[in-house]
């Protein structure tokens, strides 16, 4: 709101011009809002859990994370797959009647436990898969937990603004009758008008911040063609400060932490197939060969085992090794910055929980009296306008700021929330 001392020089036309030029603005955002509104008064209210349930079935973020847990169904059937056969023809001699032909079948065996070792890893992929899904859903609820509320104070700061314009106007008005009864002079009533054109340019600035939390809102649940009334909710109902055992005790199972550590399983699954690559598979041959000369058929039996002389897998069995080492040290590196977050987030809950509960029980009432007490005095002569503008301003910023502190709880529980992968109950 624009403030004015009671110094001000300016003449009483150029601040009745420039009330007007304000008075235009605002009306102008006013028009695009009411076609807005007109949209949403016919349907049905949002709350919280319907925002959450079309943001879970919706939301491209959390069906590309499902996308990857299908995948890594797909790792797990292949690990489970064996060497295939092979059928070799070989022929000796190009004349008919000293031609040698022979037909094999020729299997390689998996030995060491190289199977296994590739199962494990797989399996272990697709635990990572379904962490980062856990991971995915917590960070969505959170991020449509904070949409709504910040839906519900944009709502509630319009709904401000509107009774801030309604005061406005009515001081206006006021100043207006006692200019003309003789009892102040025209400049007050200047002022009033200057007031209420702030006002108003207020209420269009806290319209469009509702019209981009409303958009915000229908990103997350799908996109622009997801309609919706106002939303409902309580806003000042103030989530509780957890325990910090709880959170402790909940900090294993962190999505985060839980990604770490299976990531660090798969690692060390891989470390465990390259070790077992170490050992050779020999391929056992059978078939049956064909002498024309003799005109008889001869049983072919053989084994071939590969001998490690050139390469050993050691390459692939040292990189398997530290890339163990550094999931391990990811993982302890997640659980301390997970244990700083969830500090910090209590922090920041038991603070402004807090500074809101002070706000609502003190300092909205006194401001609120304040201000009922300057424009009694106002209309019975007793204060001069700059009075009941200086209360009503300090009215206004401390409403604001008490949603600020509602919106910052909010904040900090969600946040909470979102490091443990909390999703229900929301």
Known sequence: MISLSSHHTGKPADVLRFAVLLVSVGLSSMASFAQDRSDTVTAAPLTLNMAVSQALEQHPRLRAAQRGLDA????VLQSRARPNP?????????RSATRTSTVQWNQTLEIGGKRAARMRAAEKGRNVAQAELVAEKANLVADVRMAFMGLLAA?????????????ARSAREAAAK???????APLEENRALVAESSAQLEQAQAQAAQRVARQQMQAFMGGADQTFGDAQGVLDALPEVPNALALQEGLEQAPALLQA???LEQNRATADLESAKRMPDPTVSLGVKRAQEMARNQIVFGVSIP???????????????RLADQAEDRMLATRLELQTQLYAAREALESSRKQAMQLSSQVLPTAQAAYEAASKGFVLGKFGYL???????????????YLD????????AADIDRLLGITSGQ
């Open 72 to 75: 890594s169904e797909g790792a």
């Open 86 to 94: 092979e059928l070799s023809y070989s022929q000796e001699d190009t």
């Open 155 to 167: 709502q509630k700061r319009s709904d401000l603004a509107t009774q801030t314009l309604d005061i």
């Open 178 to 184: 006692r200019v003309a009864a003789g009892k102040a």
């Open 261 to 263: 550590r299976s990531t």
């Open 307 to 321: 001998i490690p002389l050139l390469d050993s897998n050691r390459g692939n069995q040292l990189q398997a090794l």
């Open 387 to 401: 009075d009941v503008l200086d209360a009503q301003r300090s009215w206004f910023e401390v409403r604001n700021q």
């Open 405 to 412: 502190q509602l919106l910052a709880t909010h904040r900090a």
